[in-house]
């Protein structure tokens, strides 16, 4: 078509149909993305029943709940990022494409939280009401697990690239992945418990944006090395 | 080179052991409890330097492909994780009786565990991949990962229990102590440290050998001819 070989396609193009790609086939199944989901709603249901369901006592627990919750589930969805890509190939020839190959895994990465952090974001307001969150503390508590899940979905990118068709992947995943999320975990927290008290939260805010950038500059990098390494 | 620094870390050890155990004077307020530290200490710092020891092998070896660096960076994760739990462990004996908990959500302890999980998470990767070279060069991906966000995980930590709560902990000032506790101090830093780099050569050196166990120079050193 008009001389373009499929060698010519650019970078950005080609980034755009692997998001147009892998957003068809997560839509044809929706369960896979569906289950961190519901995950994310059964650990938070567990809290209160582990404890007890004093509004007061579940405002306090509130930040931990859902962040501990959204970084499990976010953890749970990994799994499936470069499982189905790396056993029939497509990882390999995107490999092999001759296009930067952190760029189509940022990508790839983009339609992970798409599918996975997105609709944890937009359900965290629920939970959050649950726990007896005020309507006020709403916007930031989203603004949080908003940055919060980029930045998950991220840094996950490179565990789930090192364990690439690895046996035991899952509990190696979690292992890696928990102790490089510390910092997420901490100022998205944070940022939750001050606007639960109804407190300016930008500082940890802030924070969080900048682990975002930072992972977003980087992490695509480690991501795309530990692919390379693991399709060997 | 071992023998060399084994010996000098056992004769550091032991002028440092005197000196901590023997001459030192008692602390006047934490009375005989604090010579615990000349272990804590060393070992709490050894478990960095392990860690930007392993770390900057392994950046070696994915640069230059060099599979010495990798045995060492291998080498270095195992001990670097003993350090680590030998300063928790150590601090927590020190926290009992000093703090009246074996347990403090300081930062520092924190961020402490938190290294030690990056450590177990290293050894973890390096033995669910069979293929050797390619558990090299994966770790040193992680070790790498791990280097930067180490800096961010200990700023964080401290940034997290600083807004919490106001401590009352007891903190060593760098030079809030008489050279006679800081100079066995010192030398039992040295004697850990000699002790780290024999280990790690004598680990390395053996995994080497496991590497190359297939290779003809081996066998001539060993003096078995491979069939």
């Known amino acids: ?232 | 080179m071992i023998p060399w620094l084994s010996w000098l870390a056992a004769i550091c050890g032991a002028a440092g052991l005197i000196g901590a155990l023997g001459l030192a004077p008692p602390d006047y307020q934490q009375g005989e409890g604090y010579r615990i530290i000349f272990v804590h200490v060393p070992a709490a710092v050894l478990s960095t330097v392990a860690y930007a020891v392993m770390a900057t092998a392994a950046g070696v070896g994915l640069i230059w492909r060099m599979n010495v660096a990798h045995a060492v960076a291998a080498s270095c994760a195992s001990i670097g994780a003993w350090f680590t739990a030998l300063a928790l462990v150590t601090g927590s004996l020190w926290g009992r009786p000093m703090w009246g908990t074996y347990w403090e959500w300081d930062p520092r302890l924190t961020s402490e565990l938190v290294l030690l999980f990056l450590y177990l998470g290293y050894m973890g990767l390096r033995s669910a991949i069979d293929d050797t070279a390619r558990a090299d060069r994966a770790s040193a991906v992680l070790a790498l990962v791990g280097v930067i966000n180490l800096p961010i995980i200990h700023y964080s930590v401290d940034w997290w229990n600083s807004l919490h709560q106001g401590h009352t902990l007891l903190k060593f000032g760098k030079a809030s102590m008489p050279p006679s506790m800081l100079t066995p101090l010192l030398l039992m830093m040295l004697a850990f440290l000699l002790y780290f780099g024999a280990i790690v050569l004598t680990r390395a050196r053996g995994a080497v050998l496991r590497r190359e166990r297939q290779a003809r120079w081996i066998g001539e050193i060993v003096g078995v001819t491979a069939p």
């Not at chain 1, 147009?20 to 995950?39: A, N, S, T, Y």
């Open chain 1, 1 to 232: 078509m008009n001389g373009h070989s499929p060698n010519s396609v650019s970078a950005a193009r080609a980034g755009w149909l692997l998001i147009q790609r892998d957003l068809r086939l997560g839509m044809r199944r929706p369960g896979e993305w569906l289950q961190p989901l519901v995950f994310f709603f059964v650990v938070t249901t567990l809290f209160p029943l582990a404890t007890d369901p004093q509004m007061s006592r579940l405002r306090d627990m509130a930040p931990g709940a859902l962040w501990v919750a959204a970084l499990l589930s976010s953890l749970l969805a990994l799994e499936m990022l470069f499982r189905e890509d790396g056993q029939d190939g497509t990882l390999e020839q995107l490999a092999l494409s001759g296009l930067p190959l952190s760029w189509l895994l940022l990508s790839k990465s983009c339609v992970h939280w798409l599918l996975t952090g997105l609709p944890l974001v937009l359900a965290a307001p629920l939970v959050a009401m649950a726990f007896g969150a005020p309507y006020a503390a709403i916007p930031a508590i989203l603004a949080a697990l908003l940055l919060g899940s980029v930045a998950l979905s991220l840094i996950g990118a490179v565990g789930a690239g090192l364990t690439l068709g690895l046996r035991r992947g899952g509990v190696l995943l979690a292992l890696l992945v928990l102790p490089l999320a510390v910092p997420v975990l901490i100022f998205g927290a944070h940022a939750t418990a001050l606007a639960i008290a109804l407190e300016p939260a930008a500082a940890p805010m802030y924070m969080l944006a900048a682990i975002v950038v930072l992972s977003a500059t980087l992490a695509p990098l480690a991501t795309a090395a530990a692919v390379r390494i693991g399709l060997e």
